[in-house]
Structure formats: C-alpha cells, structure tokens
C-alpha cells in the first residue's frame, strides 16, 4: 500500500507539473489531486523538492537502463535529449524554476554518463590502461559531458523547439568520427596503434 501511495503522489505531481509552473503547485494541491491527506504526502516525502528530485533522479536512471550502451557520439545525444523531453512540458516548468538546479545536475551526470561509457569503449578496444591514458580519458569525458550539456541547455533556453534538436544532431552526424579519432590518436600515442 505504501508504495501504491507513493506513486500515486508522484503521478500527480506529474499530472500537475504538466500544467502548472512548479512555483504555482502547492502540497495542497497534490493531496487534492491524488484524494490523500497531507500526513500521507509528509509520511513520503519530505517536501516538493524531495519530490521533484525523486521524480527526475528515477527519469534519469530510466534513459540510463535504457540506452544501456551507446555505439556513437549520436546516440549519446540521443540519450541524453530523451532525458530532457521526455516529459517536455514539465521538463520546462522545472528548468524555469527555482528548482532548476536539480535537473541541471542530473543532466550534467547523465552527460558524464554516457559520453564515458561511449568513450571507454573506444578506448578499451585498443587494450590501453594506465595513468596516462586514464588522465586523457578524463580530459576527452569532461570535454564531451559539457559540449552535450551546453547544446542541450541552449535547446532548454531556446523552448525545446524540434528543429534546433535536429540541427544538433545532424551536426553530431556529421563530428561522429571526433570522438573516434581522438581515441585512435590517443593509442598511438600510446603506442597502440
């Protein structure tokens, strides 16, 4: 039954945020929408912070239990614009909010996510270890994570129009061998290839 309640305020948190900026929905207005009393929704959750962050933590290890690996520098973007439309409507209200910060760091580790799995891949195929490809690896990851994190915080700031989405990732289609590449010169560097 516990669980059943817990997602029944989740949904309707959800029901709301979709139609409501999240400074306009109250606890109130959660316990209206889903027939609970306010005990119910402080025996759950804290807060609608603790709310909101539950939601989008769950959406974001959705997308990463989904896309459980990646072959490209494209499907990274994919994964990751997933993330930030899937609920577009209340993805806006959240990113236009105070709280807009939780949904920033889970974006960000998202980001970090996939472009390191995408990259270790690359990586590994070659059999390099060691300190200083790992340092290098670090440098190539933390490059890619902010690239996928400012395009899709330009998408955000732009309204999440379906073009500019597209632009981006003809644009990852056409770079897709970048992040081939700077694996391939880093192993022969290494002395590798």
Known sequence: MANFT??????AFLKLLEEHPFSEITVKNVVEE???????????FHDLPALLEEIVK??????IEKYSSVH?????????????SHRRRAIMHIYR??????FERYLMQICEYFI?????????EGGIDGEMIERNRKIIVNYYKCLFFGVTIDWLNDGMQE?????FRRIFKIKADSADDIAAILKSQMGCA
Do not use: M, P, W
Not at 34 to 44: A, L, V
């Open 6 to 11: 817990r997602d029944a305020i989740k949904a």
């Open 34 to 44: 889903c027939g609970i009393n306010r005990n119910s929704f402080y025996y759950h």
């Open 58 to 63: 769950e959406e974001a290890d959705a997308v």
């Open 72 to 84: 490209s520098v494209v499907e990274c973007y994919d994964a990751i614009e997933e993330f930030a």
């Open 97 to 102: 909010s105070v709280s807009r910060d939780v």
């Open 116 to 124: 390191t799995q995408y990259i270790d891949a690359l990586l590994s």
């Open 163 to 167: 073009e500019k989405a597209q632009e």
